[in-house]
């Protein structure tokens, strides 16, 4: 079974993006062959500026290496050091009805966020079917807010496959945790790196500790009984406590005495004891920047051999052949 991740370098990794994606793609290295990527071109529909998307990338290669990844077991690289996929990326683009892109969520959201409208935007469906197609992948283990281009990759596979009468691309799955469907940013809407939401657990001490305090709750005081369902603090409590420790809170919640504040002490020294295992890791590959390079070129090696060998098979179908 293959199995294919993406990460945009679009900004700082968060807990969204790990709990949504990163630690099932970690686990999934012992159940099939993982691909993991980060999607350097995709980053481009958000980030207009050279050191901001080389400093993303770079910290998104060292965080994906210190949580886990293992190059050997894995093929993991950067999109763009496989142009097949642009290719692929064109060639899916005329099987690929505008009806279909002008109904994803993820465009209208952005948009209505304020990222500027571009084609890139608009498109990166078909880049991301191209991503998936590119290397016959059976699941992509994702957040909620990416099941619909999943389906979108299936519907243009199919298309495709119909058009030239043949199986030439595999149908993917989207694969979800429901519990962690979609992690909530500090402002109660999903928690994304272009939203300014985030909680990065790989941020400085002092800046992880004031994106937790800004998270947004209701304005109840001290004395009053507090509504733990629904509350942002507690959802994200969730994804780090076991039963026991959730109902312990929820009395806490309940028993007037403790503000906003105290829970959110609780859910900072949680996130901290969670990472702190990953830091030495880190640190390491921080300072070991030619064998992240490294790492990355021999993943691209073994990506690109697989692609070109697909993308022969595309041209010849297509008749790219004279
Ligand atoms: P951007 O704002 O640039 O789109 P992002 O934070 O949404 O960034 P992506 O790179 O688009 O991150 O997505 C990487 C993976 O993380 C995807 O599988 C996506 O489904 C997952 N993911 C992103 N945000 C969340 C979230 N809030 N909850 C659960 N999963 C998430
Ligand atoms: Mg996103």
């Given at each position: 079974m293959r199995i294919l991740s993406g990460i945009q370098p679009s900004g700082t990794i968060h807990i969204g993006n790990y709990f949504g994606m990163i630690k099932k793609m970690i686990e999934s290295q012992n159940d099939g062959e993982l691909f993991a990527f980060l999607a350097s071109y995709h980053a481009l529909t958000s980030v207009k500026e050279k050191e901001a998307l080389q400093n993303n990338m770079f910290e998104a290669a060292v965080n994906f290496l210190a949580l886990g990844m293992d190059p050997e077991?894995?093929?993991?690289?950067?999109?763009?050091?496989?142009?097949?996929?642009?290719?692929?990326?064109?060639?899916?683009?005329?099987?690929?009805?505008?009806?279909l892109l002008e109904r994803?969520?993820?465009y209208k959201d952005k948009t209505a966020r304020g990222i500027q409208a571009n084609h890139g935007l608009f498109s990166y469906p078909v880049?991301?079917?191209?991503d998936i197609l590119l290397y016959d992948v059976n699941v992509?283990?994702?957040?909620?807010?990416?099941?619909?281009?999943?389906?979108?990759t299936r519907d243009i596979a199919n298309s495709f496959n119909h058009a030239y009468k043949q199986e030439v691309f595999v149908l993917p799955e989207a694969k979800v945790d429901e519990i962690v469907a979609t992690v909530p940013g500090t402002d109660g809407a999903k928690m994304s790196k272009s939203?300014?939401?985030?909680?990065?657990?790989?941020?400085?001490?002092?800046?992880?500790?004031?994106?937790?305090?800004?998270?947004?709750?209701?304005?109840k005081e001290l004395d009053e009984v507090k509504d733990w369902n629904g509350?942002?603090?507690?959802?994200?409590?969730?994804?780090?406590m076991n039963q026991d420790e959730l109902l312990a809170l929820q009395k806490r919640y309940e028993t007037p005495g403790e503000g906003y504040g105290h829970f959110k002490l609780t859910l900072l020294d949680k996130i901290n004891e969670h990472f702190e295992p990953y830091l030495e890791k880190r640190e390491y590959y921080?300072?070991?920047?030619?064998?992240?390079?490294?790492?990355?070129?021999?993943?691209?090696?073994?990506?690109?051999?697989?692609?070109?060998a697909k993308m022969e098979q595309v041209r010849d179908i297509i008749g790219l052949k004279l």
């Open positions: 077991k894995s093929t993991f690289w950067v999109q763009h050091d496989v142009k097949e996929v642009l290719e692929l990326y064109w060639i899916l683009s005329n099987h690929t009805s505008m009806g994803a969520h993820s880049l991301m079917a191209a992509v283990p994702v957040g909620k807010d990416q099941i619909q281009h999943v389906e979108m939203y300014g939401n985030t909680i990065d657990m790989f941020a400085s001490k002092k800046k992880l500790k004031k994106q937790v305090m800004s998270i947004v709750t209701d304005s509350c942002n603090i507690y959802k994200l409590c969730e994804l780090f921080v300072n070991n920047k030619d064998e992240v390079r490294d790492i990355l070129a021999h993943g691209a090696s073994k990506a690109r051999k697989i692609a070109q």
